[in-house]
């Protein structure tokens, strides 16, 4: 949980959370190197479906992107 203060509420009665998925960047050269800071005043975003996309830090998260994979390889070859 990201805020303890949020522990006995229910999460469908919270606000959206959204977190970088690292899938691309495209950055001014010369705002870049003058601030060093890849998310910055005019930062937009994508929001990227969670079927499409998966953080991996834990041997589970592995096993569900393996899991994504395989289902959109079957996809592609149907």
Known sequence: M????Y????SQNLKDYYFDSGQFFWVNIDSF???KK????K???????????Q??????????AKIKY????SLKNN
Do not use: A
């Not at 522990?7 to 229910?10: A, D």
């Not at 930062?43 to 996309?53: D, V």
């Open 2 to 5: 990201r805020n303890p203060k």
């Open 43 to 53: 930062t937009g975003s994508i929001i990227l479906p969670n079927i499409i996309c």
């Open 33 to 35: 190197l003058k601030s």
């Open 70 to 73: 395989s289902y959109f390889k």
């Open 7 to 10: 522990v006995n509420k229910m």
């Open 55 to 64: 953080d991996i830090n834990t041997y589970e998260d592995l096993e569900q």
């Open 38 to 41: 890849i998310i910055g005043k």
